[in-house]
């Protein structure tokens, strides 16, 4: 079926470090992908988003990749920081006759100072 | 401030009594999900509406049930009916549209007891 899925569920990285986060889709209709990050106890903010015809993409600190060919997204955070320790979750936007985003199970972060 | 507001932050159910949560946008947004999620899972999508006086069943509306009577509203019954409603749920809004992000309260945690 549908799914989003993600390889590691923790990632541990040494403060000032970069930290790559994967995600692998199964849907090959998917037009947009987005990544959110989640904090303790709050609900889920946008980062940054890709759109299917492009295959990287940078915003502040971050950048998304995306390999259509084995169904595969990443996000990059350069120079990782204490506050960025968070879940970070991919999704993508589908059209199923009404708009539809399915997450993927989620990578926590964790920054060692 | 615009936003996406959710209340309670948190909530306790007797089992087999229904419950409402809550939510409330001033985004102007016309399209407006909820979500669970489940320790250690993604987002769920549970319903969606695109539009005022129309939702439409996601993947586990089962033993849920909503309203939209207005734009601003899109309140979340947890009914008897649900097994296991225990969970962080979120509601989230958007401009429909296949290349839109969400934008997400912060959340109500419901136990059941």
């Known amino acids: 079926g549908e799914s989003v899925g993600l390889h590691l569920p923790t990632l541990s990285v040494q403060e000032g470090d970069n930290s790559i986060i994967n995600c692998a889709y199964s849907?090959?209709?998917?037009?947009?992908f987005i990544w959110y990050k989640q904090e303790s106890g709050k609900g889920p903010q946008f980062i940054i988003d890709?759109?299917?015809?492009?295959d990287k993409r940078q915003g502040q600190r971050v950048t998304v990749l995306l390999n259509k060919t084995v169904k595969h997204l990443s996000l990059q955070i350069a120079a990782t920081q204490p506050g960025d320790s968070a879940v970070y979750f991919c999704?993508?936007?589908?059209?199923?006759?009404?708009?539809?985003?399915?997450f993927g199970a989620g990578t926590r972060l964790f920054v060692k100072a | 401030d615009g936003g996406i507001t959710q209340s309670p932050k948190y909530l306790f159910r007797k089992e087999g009594q229904n419950v409402t949560l809550s939510c409330e946008q001033n985004?102007?947004?016309?399209?407006m999900y909820w979500y669970r999620q489940d320790p250690g899972q993604g987002l769920r999508l549970i319903y969606y509406?695109?539009?005022?006086?129309?939702?439409q069943k996601g993947d586990i509306a089962e033993g849920y049930s909503v309203s939209r009577e207005k734009k601003e509203s899109f309140p979340l019954t947890v009914t008897s009916a649900q097994k296991n409603p225990t969970a962080f749920y979120l509601c989230?809004?958007?401009?429909?549209?296949?290349?839109?992000?969400?934008?997400f309260g912060q959340g109500t945690r419901l136990t059941v007891v």
């Open positions: 999704a993508e936007n589908i059209d199923t006759g009404g708009f539809k985003t399915i």
């Open positions: 989230a809004s958007s401009i429909p549209g296949i290349r839109s992000e969400a934008f």
């Open positions: 985004l102007n947004h016309d399209a």
């Open positions: 890709i759109r299917s015809n492009m």
């Open positions: 509406s695109q539009i005022v006086n129309d939702f």
């Open positions: 849907n090959s209709a998917s037009d947009y």
